[in-house]
């Protein structure tokens, strides 16, 4: 398995700010992934994040939005950019370490005013 | 396209009797399928997967899930629900594949387990 930690846990931001959200992993691992659950909704894949280059996006999101960074094989951040309330959402980072299983994050429970 | 529909948006069940949370998928090749359980203001923990071999899996905290091909269904089953198994429970399938995509999850929209002691 894996210990997958973010910060912060949650936060309270205002429109048109930013803020970047950290994802810390106790084991390297190749594949790692940012999630959004918008209240009430299911989970949406937002990006791959892959070390040493540039992440890829799922289809309706976008880079200048939602930045990432994966410097190493235990660390990505995800940056919510220009924030707008329907940026409310949790965000959650995801890895598969070994035998197909894929662990989240506790989740960045984030709220735009 | 992979999807994943759990047509029951709650289920409520009483304490000690057996519960069932539907999940029917849709890929088109073979599927690896999961369950999560999201407890309130909390991530999604695992709880099982089905990848190949005994179509029954067993996984965390006594639920089980049966796959079940010819339905393309992946129900979670437990014999004796608890209080503490209310939670908001997720299927979710990944098509068996090779290439960059490969472990990308779909997600059904949740059902909500509600246990009346």
């Known amino acids: 398995s894996a210990v997958i930690s973010q910060k912060p846990s949650r936060d309270i931001c205002q429109r048109g700010t930013s803020l970047t959200i950290q994802c810390q992993v106790d084991?390297?691992?190749?594949?790692m992934f940012w999630y959004r659950q918008q209240p009430g909704q299911s989970l949406t894949l937002i990006a791959t994040?892959?070390?040493?280059?540039?992440?890829?996006?799922e289809s309706g999101f976008v880079i200048d939005k939602f930045p990432i960074s994966r410097p190493n094989l235990t660390f990505s951040t995800l940056t919510v950019s220009n924030m707008s309330p329907e940026d409310s959402s949790i965000y959650l980072c995801?890895?598969?370490?070994?035998?197909?299983?894929?662990?989240f994050g506790p989740g960045t429970r984030l709220t735009v005013l | 396209a992979q999807s994943v529909a759990q047509p029951e948006d709650q289920v409520n069940v009483a304490e000690g009797n057996p519960l069932t949370v539907k999940c029917t998928y849709s890929?088109?090749?073979?599927?690896?399928l999961f369950w999560y359980v999201q407890y309130p203001n909390r991530g999604l923990q695992f709880l099982l997967k089905?990848?190949?071999?005994?179509?029954l899996v067993k996984g965390s905290y006594g639920f089980e899930a049966e796959f079940n091909k010819s339905q393309t269904s992946f129900h979670l089953k437990k014999p004796s629900a608890l209080v503490s198994d209310s939670a908001l429970y997720f299927c979710?399938?990944?098509?068996?594949?090779?290439?960059?995509?490969?472990?990308?999850?779909?997600f059904g929209k949740g059902t909500k387990l509600s246990v009346i002691p």
């Open positions: 995801s890895v598969v370490p070994q035998h197909n299983e894929q662990f």
């Open positions: 084991s390297q691992v190749t594949m």
């Open positions: 994040a892959n070390q040493g280059s540039e992440a890829t996006y």
């Open positions: 890929v088109s090749g073979n599927p690896y």
């Open positions: 089905y990848i190949t071999g005994d179509n």
């Open positions: 979710a399938v990944r098509e068996v594949h090779s290439g960059a995509g490969s472990y990308q999850l779909t």
